[in-house]
């Protein structure tokens, strides 16, 4: 019913920056909430930002100050701005969508910050 599909990912060097793109389409009812997740080698996926429908937004300490979650309304599509990045950001990065109730995931998209 909804798909979401992410952009922008690849390999730059620390302290460079990217964009990542979430492109949303179909029954789009209710967007309860947008937000990137982030699975690092080795490790658990976790929260990086998110948004609420009312604009409200969350950060992950690591990322706070650096990565920005922005959503523009008449194009369906999410990004999340990241800058300085780290090598510890070397993840696949997943896009999420809350249409009501119900989580929608795109396939991810990698991100790799090396010399």
């Known amino acids: 019913q909804v798909r979401v599909v992410e952009s922008g990912g690849g390999l730059v060097q620390p302290g460079g920056s990217l964009r990542l793109s979430c492109a949303a389409s179909?029954?789009?009812?209710?967007?309860?909430?947008m937000g990137w997740y982030r699975r690092g080698p080795g490790k658990q996926r976790e929260l990086v930002a998110a948004m609420t429908s009312t604009g409200t937004t969350n950060y992950a300490d690591s990322v706070k100050g650096r990565f920005t979650i922005s959503r523009e309304n008449d194009k369906n599509t999410v990004y999340l701005q990241m800058n300085r990045l780290k090598p510890e950001d070397t993840a696949v990065y997943y896009c999420?969508?809350?249409?009501?109730?119900?989580?929608?995931w795109g396939q991810g998209t990698q991100v790799t910050v090396s010399s």
């Open positions: 179909g029954s789009i009812f209710r967007l309860s909430a």
């Open positions: 999420n969508l809350v249409v009501t109730s119900t989580n929608y």
